[in-house]
């Protein structure tokens, strides 16, 4: 049992660093591209826009195809996107070369993370996803900083070019070694799904994670840009700095798996108030080697933990549907996550890289405040 879910992992590894390997690539593609940061910065948010766009209801379409066929042709859709990326000569290319894997992502995540559910039970529904986020957490220990220290020593399109090799050998693993799975008989019909959107504690739940994602973007989309501009750092210490960020992300995800299956909101509160800890003490401490570790530590943990906590939180708020909600989950994280880009470039531009913990921390206090009204709001099922 537990091989299928190492090798979803594995793949999920490749597909997540897809999406965030461009937060170290930013200035990067920037000065290649003839853009500004900011501008890049919006590439982040077509990519995050067209999965909240189109997650549930790809997700929900999906749901009825046999597993391995389906995480074989995304990752191998993967593969030709950060090819187009890596050649991409401008940035209407790289704008489509984004846009492709956007639609393949939230299908992937939401239905790997219902086949998980599925081997271990609901019980232990966080312990699972946290199995299956590890490699996530991997993307952002080892995917962005990697990303970022091949970048400065042979350009950005070598990491895509590299991402596009390592996603055709993931597809060729899940052909070989994962098992073919059946197609539940009794799947949710489409309708009763998109009905469980009535319910207000629901959509509270969505709004949970916008607002949540909109606080770690708006300040994360830009952090390798801090720690080059204030800090001063080249671009290889970032990457190193990226790799500790989220090497203390693996600490969030175990607790985070923990801490989600005793009671989920109480989590979501927790950890959303320890990163508004760390996100304001970052740019006071920029030039403290012991005050920056310390504050991107606690941001890089909380951070990790909070990915896991949103999605195991919508999948146990709808457990006769797990595989929509966990889409709802995407599509709402990944439009905070746009949200956020585009907040955070409008904040340097108008006010420098320094507001950033501010203006980001603005979010994190108001899910904070949600996740008290969804408490009180409890009581009230989720229906089909």
């Given amino acids: 049992m537990l091989l299928p879910i190492l090798l979803l992992s594995a793949a999920g590894f490749t597909v997540l660093t897809t999406e965030f390997v461009i937060v170290g690539l930013l200035p990067s593609i920037a000065r290649d591209l003839g853009i500004s940061v900011s501008q ?45 990326a890596a050649l991409a000569p401008n940035i209407w290319v790289m704008s489509l070369a984004r846009l492709i894997p956007a639609l393949g992502l939230p299908v992937f995540w939401a239905l790997a993370s219902e086949t998980a559910v599925d081997i271990v039970g609901p019980e232990y529904a966080g312990r699972a996803i946290a199995k299956i986020g590890f490699g996530i957490v991997c993307a952002t220990v080892f995917g962005i900083p990697v990303g970022t220290l091949i970048s400065d020593v042979f350009g950005w399109r070598t990491a895509f070019g590299i991402l596009a090799v390592v996603a055709v050998l993931k597809a060729l693993l899940l052909l070989v070694y994962l098992p073919s799975t059946k197609v539940k008989k009794d799947e949710v019909t489409l309708r009763s799904q998109f009905k469980i959107l009535r319910n207000p504690v629901m959509q509270g739940h969505v709004l949970l994670s916008i607002l949540v994602f909109s606080g770690m973007f708006t300040a994360y989309t830009y952090l390798a840009d801090i720690l080059e501009r204030l800090a001063g750092f080249d671009g290889t210490l970032v990457g190193w700095c990226l790799m500790g960020f989220g090497a203390v992300g693996l600490l969030g995800n175990s607790l985070g798996g923990r801490a989600v299956d005793r009671h989920p909101l109480i989590a979501s509160m927790v950890f959303c108030g320890l990163m508004i800890t760390g996100m304001l003490a970052l740019v006071p401490a920029i030039h403290s080697t012991l005050g920056l570790a310390a504050a991107m530590g606690i941001w890089g943990v909380t951070q990790a933990a909070l990915f896991l906590v949103s999605h195991v939180r919508l999948m146990k708020a709808a457990p006769h549907a797990p595989a929509f909600a966990a889409s709802l989950n995407i599509a709402g994280a990944n439009l905070g996550i746009g949200l956020g880009a585009m907040v955070g470039g409008r904040v340097i531009d108008t006010l420098g890289l320094g507001s950033l913990g501010f203006a980001a921390s603005g979010f994190i206090l108001l899910s904070i405040l949600l996740a008290l009204w969804l408490m009180s709001a409890k009581p009230r099922e989720v229906c089909a």
Avoid at 54 to 70: D, M, Q, S, V
């Fill in 40 to 84: 890049a910065g919006l590439l982040v948010t077509l990519f995050a826009f067209t999965v909240a766009a189109f997650g549930p209801f790809l997700t929900a379409y999906f749901a009825r195809f046999e597993r391995k066929r389906l995480f074989i042709s995304i990752l191998l859709m993967f593969g030709v996107a950060n090819t187009l």
